[in-house]
């Protein structure tokens, strides 16, 4: 009987033993993580926990019964510190040893904290598990004041919360515009005087100095002088791999660790998925890693079949993709948007600023290969296929600004790329 070792319970992890189990019906599998909650929760929704919209129990997103019904052993709390591909078993911090047949590392990612003087301070946190997410809220009882430092999805969606928890909230952004890897300039400046009108103050082109306090945060000074008088500071900065026990092993790492387009390391027995894995850009040259939850289930997916499967399904690559809203604004921007040299590409764009809406599209060798929706996403699955499906869009291109752009405006285009749109998209795919 063969055992499948699963380092990480979040997307990725859980989405490769769904997938082993529906193939091999007795094999062992076992996952390993450092959280101490015994329960599978969802990342994406912390930000509505922390603002008091959804409870605890909605952070779930696999019923309680989910392990022992898919025969599933998981060790909670459990640290791993070492992988030795030549003994094929994994070292956890206890010293226990476990072995493996065939091994998934989905240790996902941390948040990126600021390397300044007083960030490691009471009332300093990162936004990433429950545990983080438990503290802030306990801190909202103790301040009314908070700052987050940086502009990006992480940020904001902290920022959204402890407004929503009625905090007075000043975010703190280096780059001169908010979402700056994420959307361009004029969605950017949209979104941003949106947020401002319900109340957060966003301070642009500056970063803080040190956090400054006896034990516990008193107020931060930025590079302008400023002092701003807080009892919460969140870190937005964005995340980074987990890959540090990794040090030292066979497996090759780059930003993240790298795999082939199987999901397989250089290791023959060895995966890799989610915010860990670098896997290929679809749309530009090189690898990359978009730490996205939808990549993360289906890199998971992919995973599983070719650990059972000796390596039978490809993965096409990654494409950036993000989805959020603020105060009832959506926002969903998806794959190339800022495109660095603009000459090799298109643009059109349309805009309502009354009605807080405005579309962006960016077209390369007549394919779309990007866009951004503000306010109104309610044709982004359509979009988002034409940018996946990489197909020839010149006989409907004018028409992708049209009000009335829907699902029927692209089915020409399904009749002439039958072969392209006919194969399924990967969350369909039954392993």
């Not at 189990?21 to 599978?40: C, F, G, N, Q, W």
């Not at 290791?267 to 749309?283: F, K």
């Not at 105060?327 to 495109?339: D, E």
């Amino acid at each position: 009987m063969k055992r499948y070792v699963i380092i990480g319970t979040s997307a990725a992890g859980v989405s490769c033993a769904e997938t082993i189990r529906s193939i091999d019906k007795t094999a062992e599998i076992v996952m390993l993580t450092d959280e101490p909650y015994p329960h599978i929760y969802c990342r994406c929704l912390l930000s509505y926990y922390i603002a008091d919209e959804i409870p605890e129990e909605k952070l779930k997103y696999r019923e309680d019964n989910f392990l022992e019904k898919n025969n599933i052993k998981v060790y909670f709390g459990k640290k791993v510190v070492a992988v030795d591909t030549e003994k094929n078993c994994v070292l956890l911090e206890d010293n226990t040893k476990l072995e493996y047949d065939k091994l998934l590392i989905a240790t996902g990612a941390r948040s990126k904290m600021e390397e300044i003087p007083g960030v490691d301070k009471d009332g300093v946190y990162g936004l990433r598990t429950v545990d983080d997410a438990k503290k802030i809220i306990k801190k909202t009882t103790e301040t009314n004041t908070a700052i987050i430092l940086g502009g990006g999805l992480i940020g904001l969606k902290a920022a959204y919360a402890l407004k929503k928890r009625g905090l007075e909230v000043t975010v703190v952004v280096k780059s001169p515009r908010i979402l700056s890897q994420v959307v361009d300039e004029t969605s950017a400046k949209l979104v941003q005087s949106y947020i401002e009108k319900n109340g957060i103050k966003i301070l642009t082109g500056l970063q803080a100095k040190e956090i400054c306090g006896d034990k516990k945060v008193e107020y931060v000074i930025l590079e302008d002088g400023q002092k701003l008088n807080c009892g919460l500071v969140i870190i937005g900065k964005g995340v980074q791999p987990n890959i540090e026990f990794l040090q030292g092993s066979k497996i090759e790492l780059g930003y993240g660790i790298k795999v082939n387009e199987y999901l397989q390391t250089n290791i023959e027995n060895v995966y890799s998925a989610g915010d860990v894995a670098e896997t290929n850009d679809l749309l530009l040259k090189g690898t990359t890693i978009y730490a996205l939850w939808p990549n993360a289930v289906i890199q998971g997916k992919i995973a599983g079949v070719n650990m059972v499967k000796n390596n039978v399904k490809k993965y096409d690559g990654t494409i950036a993709m993000n989805s959020v809203e603020f105060f009832g604004l959506y926002i969903i921007s998806c794959g190339i948007t800022r495109p660095k040299d603009i000459k090799e590409y298109e643009f059109l764009e349309v805009s309502n600023l009354q009605k807080n809406v405005y579309k962006k599209f960016v077209i390369k060798d007549n394919k779309l290969v990007g866009f951004v929706l503000v306010g109104d996403i309610e044709q982004a699955g359509v979009y988002n296929s034409l940018v996946r499906k990489k197909v020839d869009i010149s006989s409907i291109k004018e028409s992708l600004v049209q009000e009335n752009f829907d699902f029927a405006k692209i089915l020409p285009l399904i009749k002439t790329n039958k072969d392209k749109f006919l194969e399924p998209e990967y969350s369909e795919i039954k392993f």
